[in-house]
């Protein structure tokens, strides 16, 4: 008997809360696709993505202990609201062992449905992580539906951890409730953790402190090596938690005490249903405000990642770069090879000058230091001013497709400066303050040029800027390195990119490994014998931990959000009954039955609303304090990224979060029309 009870349980149940039969699934699905990249072999070829593994391992086994608290806490609610049905099974004659063991059978029956569709889904959306990631880390999307043994034996282990979580905690409260709490569990709200005005003031100006507390371990990172973020996000965390259980609470009072507000227009049935849940829903609402604020931050963080690290390859302008250190090299036998393995659209050869002086590379120091970045660059090339051939200047702006109408051409011969956007002011500041000249040739204040030249990063066309000469000018100069920029029909793959460097023997240009000289300041990324080989798709690949690292947190925040959403949205259905009897009355005292749906769905919009606003705040500040971060520390130069850049990550993050979101405000109105 207890088997076919169990059985039409579980399918009552799946019924019942089918949003939470619904977040299980995708939570599978969600582990299932992610450990896929764990055991995927396209991942497993790319020598730059071996920390990936470790990244997915480290935010899966946070989202097995976060989902599983939150199955727990859902399981118990849910439990509860079911507490009537036990109370019978027990004044039957069934004991709580019993009653723990019909528990146990429906959870592994739910678990299990909703297991094997995740997988379903799971392979579904692999496929879709893979043809989203693999391109982006320079490698090709080959379209398959394998079952991957391994990647199902760790969701499924990861998965019955999560159930185990919820099973145990709930098998105990079973085993030893009575039948008089059983009977009377459904009519208790959850419990107030404070009351009165005093002890919540006090508590208030607590948290608060916590609050600022966080923000000022993300500011100050007064310990260093990643734990000022860890420390701040508690604290943060710690403080919506506290924000629920004290503020709410004290300002629903404010409204409720002005009788000629509360008393127009039905304000009164929205208002009373509102502070009820407030009263006794502190607890829920606040592990909600940090769910979300936590998804909310993990979107923006993933966001300017994925933006920071499309910059870094995009400010490359070359599909292909070739480099040479210390002097001119013929690059033409390359050139044949390479064209030999992918197509060749255009190529040019040329090299990078210096003389020894600094006036030009002072200003761009000065700069970028008045606008709060470093501006000083370890690279050793960079040290001093760095020139150009004007005839190398002009086939480089033919090939790149830039404006030659007011590039200087005939007259006087003239030198020219070419620099990022937010370093021309204060070059035409310094020309304006007196003539200046090169090798007797006058600098022009006039013919100064800001478009994209692949001067964001090193070894490109200068660090930041570059001083454009005539060519017999740079007679006394010696060269700092000679390059030669390929552009290419299509985009490279990594494995492209690996032939063209075993075949024509090139070391790869490693921007994050630097060696120092001997009597020379700074280091050079010039690490070995040879030639180079870099280019933006190149950079891609080493620039590949970024995209990695946003790939978990993405993950993160999707979990974190559809959990916290199905929470939401299982309390408002399981207060239905009480939400009728309501709707019942209100009919009884003439309200119109189009009147009472509005008001049902203000009540339920106001509480879909309630978590969201101190949680999007707190979000968007720790988002911009990540992302000014992260480009001033990948960036030598400001406003690298636009300067509506960092005002656009909350609000995609926001757009992002909304749309699964709105997917559950929608399926809970509905659920509450029906």
């Not at 939470?20 to 299932?32: E, G, K, M, N």
């Not at 600098?443 to 660090?463: H, K, R, V």
Request: aromatic letters at 12%; one cysteine or more.
């Amino acid at each position: 008997m207890l088997k076919q009870l169990s059985l039409r349980n579980a399918s009552r149940q799946a019924k019942e809360y089918a949003l939470y039969f619904i977040t299980l699934t995708c939570t599978v699905s969600f582990l299932y696709a992610f450990n896929t990249l764990l055991f995927s072999d396209s991942v497993k070829s790319l020598p730059e993505m071996q920390v990936l593994p470790y990244m997915i391992i480290a935010a899966s086994t946070l989202i097995v202990f976060i989902t599983g608290r939150i199955i727990s806490y859902m399981a118990g609610y849910m439990l509860k609201r079911r507490s009537r049905e036990f109370g019978i099974y027990m004044l039957c004659g069934i004991s709580n062992r019993d009653i723990a063991k019909l528990l146990s059978r429906e959870t592994v029956l739910m678990g299990l449905s909703a297991f094997l569709p995740g997988l379903a889904l799971g392979m579904l959306l692999s496929q879709l992580l893979e043809a989203v990631v693999l391109p982006m880390l320079g490698s090709r999307y080959r379209l398959r539906f394998p079952l991957s043994l391994p990647a199902v034996n760790l969701t499924l282990a990861y998965f019955f951890l999560m159930l185990l979580c919820s099973l145990v905690k709930n098998r105990r409260w079973v085993r030893r409730v009575s039948l008089h709490s059983l009977l009377l569990s459904d009519r208790k709200s959850e419990t107030v953790l404070l009351s009165g005005n005093g002890p919540r003031a006090a508590l208030f100006f607590l948290f608060l402190g916590m609050g600022g507390a966080g923000f000022w371990f993300l500011l100050s990172l007064p310990i260093g090596a990643g734990f000022d973020f860890l420390v701040g996000t508690v604290l943060l965390v710690l403080f919506l938690f506290g924000f629920f259980q004290t503020v709410p609470a004290f300002l629903t009072t404010v409204p409720a005490n002005r009788d000629a507000w509360k008393y127009r227009k039905h304000r009164l049935t929205v208002l009373r249903g509102f502070t009820v849940r407030i009263r006794s829903a502190g607890t829920a609402l606040g592990m909600l405000s940090a769910l979300f604020c936590l998804a909310l931050t993990f979107y923006g963080i993933g966001i300017s990642i994925c933006g920071v690290t499309d910059k870094m390859v995009s400010s490359n302008l070359w599909d292909i770069q070739l480099l040479h250190p210390g002097e001119w090299q013929d690059f033409s036998g390359y050139e044949e090879a390479i064209a030999r393995m992918v197509p060749l659209e255009a190529s040019y050869s040329y090299a990078i000058y210096t003389d020894g002086e600094t006036e030009f590379t002072d200003l761009r120091q000065r700069t970028s230091q008045e606008m709060g970045f470093s501006g000083n660059p370890m690279y050793r090339e960079f040290f001093h001013d760095t020139y150009m051939k004007q005839s190398d200047y002009r086939r480089l702006r033919e090939l790149l497709g830039l404006d030659m109408r007011e590039v200087p051409s005939s007259g006087t011969p003239l030198c020219y400066v070419h620099c990022l956007p937010s370093l021309a002011d204060s070059f035409r500041d310094s020309f304006r303050q007196g003539e200046k000249s090169y090798a007797g040739y006058p600098i022009s204040g006039e013919a100064l040029f800001t478009e994209d030249f692949s001067q964001s990063d090193i070894y490109g066309n200068g660090l930041g800027y570059i001083l454009v000469v005539p060519d017999e000018a740079v007679a006394s100069c010696r060269v700092l390195y000679s390059q030669c920029v390929m552009m290419t029909a299509r985009p490279l793959a990594h494995e492209e990119l690996e032939e063209i460097a075993e075949v024509c023997g090139l070391n790869k240009l490693r921007r994050n490994t630097v060696q120092s000289t001997s009597g020379d300041p700074g280091a050079t990324a010039f690490v070995a014998e040879g030639d180079f080989l870099s280019g933006k798709w190149l950079d891609r690949d080493f620039s590949s931990y970024l995209p990695a690292l946003s790939i978990c947190l993405f993950y993160l925040a999707l979990v974190l959000e559809i959990t916290g959403a199905a929470i939401l949205a299982t309390q408002l259905l399981s207060d239905r009954e009480r939400n009728r009897r309501q709707d019942r009355l209100l009919s009884q005292l003439g309200m119109e039955a189009g009147q009472i749906r509005r008001l049902s769905h203000w009540q339920t919009g106001l509480f879909f609303l309630l978590p969201l606003p101190l949680a999007f705040g707190v979000s968007s500040a720790y988002v911009l304090l990540c992302g000014a971060r992260l480009e001033r520390s990948l960036f030598y130069f400001p406003a690298a990224m636009g300067p509506m850049w960092l005002p656009g990550l909350p609000v995609q993050s926001l757009v992002l979060f909304g749309v699964l979101y709105g997917i559950y405000y929608a399926a809970a109105r509905i659920g509450a029309n029906r």
